[in-house]
């Protein structure tokens, strides 16, 4: 299955130029993007993998990770094939630097009755980078939206504002994802991109819409792990965002093209943790480390825990109907309570 794109614009000479991710990329009659599976087709831009499903797995919405946002709900999580990054370290390498378009096909009504059959809460998009394939997103999100559904876009932020104005017609919730701080050369050298501006661009126009935003940073060890680059970024969330913003700081894992790096100390994680709340950023997290405390949500007030989790479980909800701390009544910013209303939840597909 393929379909004209929507983020596009017509140039002369039966030239397209895409508007998904901000490499922008320009393309002659019968080229394809960076991304491998956006291309111009006699004058127009196709999306080569509409409907394409590459990968498929209900999995709890902690493991994206998403912590502040609809606890305990079950996701049903797809991706395609290609991706605008070229990470060396990427765990879905098989899935994102496949420039081949493969993959079971699904209309949008298919996959959304594939959620609602596993009885799942919500849609993530996620695996390899979903800006590429928004506009089956969209159809499929919208669709969900319609049955009750919940769309996450699990993304590297490297977007554009028509991308991310796409985004407001469907989707609820994002976690964009930095790898090695967003520092300069770390991206340059491990994910192939030249700037990592355009991430920061991306927060800024998140924030002016309704979707729920979290953040996630890759550490990787020796090379993408400075403190103080953790503290430009944290400084920069905390001026955009302010102290609410959940933050996660991910242990790397070697893969792909480099093995022969070791996995992030656990201590370094933990200094980018107190880097984080220094800043003044209340509800940091360190992912990737089954059993830490920090997989947990503390209350800000009096720092007892009220969510207690071990790796994607929740182990212990102490917040009230209102999602205030139980033990002293102050408010934490999640959305959706563990305790109310998804059992109510039909599973029939509505076109
Ligand atoms: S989505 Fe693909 S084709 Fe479009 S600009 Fe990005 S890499 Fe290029």
Not at 39 to 64: F, Q, R, S, T, W
Not at 190 to 217: A, M, R
Not at 257 to 264: G, H, L, R, S, V
């Amino acid at each position: 299955m393929q379909k004209e794109a929507i983020l596009y614009q017509r140039l002369p000479n039966h030239k397209v130029r895409c508007l998904a991710c901000a490499r922008y990329c320009e393309m002659g009659k019968d080229q394809t993007g960076f991304c491998g599976i956006r291309g111009n087709k006699e004058g127009k831009l196709m999306l080569y993998v509409y409907g394409k499903v590459a990968a498929a797995h209900v999995d709890p919405i902690e493991k994206k990770p998403v912590s502040h946002y609809r606890p305990g709900t079950k996701i049903f999580s797809i991706g395609t094939t290609g991706c605008s990054w070229i990470c060396r370290y990427c765990q879905n390498f098989d899935l994102s630097q496949r420039r081949k378009i493969e993959g079971q096909d699904y209309t949008p009504e298919e996959l959304v009755r594939s959620a609602l059959d596993y009885k799942c809460h919500g849609i993530a998009y996620t695996y390899n980078e979903p800006t590429i394939f928004i506009e089956f997103a969209r159809d499929c999100g919208v669709l969900a939206k319609k049955n009750g559904l919940f769309n996450i876009f699990v993304s590297n932020g490297y977007c554009t504002p028509e991308s991310v104005k796409m985004m407001t017609e469907f989707l609820d919730c994002i976690t964009v994802d930095f790898k090695g701080n967003g520092e300069q050369k770390f991206v340059r050298r491990y994910v192939g991109i030249p700037s990592s501006q355009p991430i920061f661009d991306t927060l800024l126009e998140l924030k002016k819409t309704n979707i729920h935003v979290e953040i996630t940073d890759l550490v990787v060890p020796k090379v993408g792990d400075s403190l103080e680059h953790a503290r430009n970024m944290c400084k920069f969330i905390y001026d955009n965002f302010g102290p609410e913003i959940p933050v996660h700081f991910l242990r790397f894992h070697p893969d792909y093209k480099m093995m022969e790096f070791d996995p992030t100390p656990v201590e370094i994680l933990e200094a980018h943790h107190e880097v984080a709340r220094k800043e003044g950023l209340k509800y940091v997290y360190i992912g990737n480390v089954p059993g830490h405390k920090y997989e947990s949500t503390y209350c800000s007030e009096c720092e007892r825990v009220v969510i207690r989790r071990y790796g994607s479980d929740i182990l212990k909800w102490d917040l009230d109907d209102q999602n205030r701390c139980r033990f002293c009544l102050n408010k934490i910013p999640v959305v959706g309570s563990l305790d109310k209303g998804y059992q109510e939840k039909r599973f029939e597909l509505v076109l």
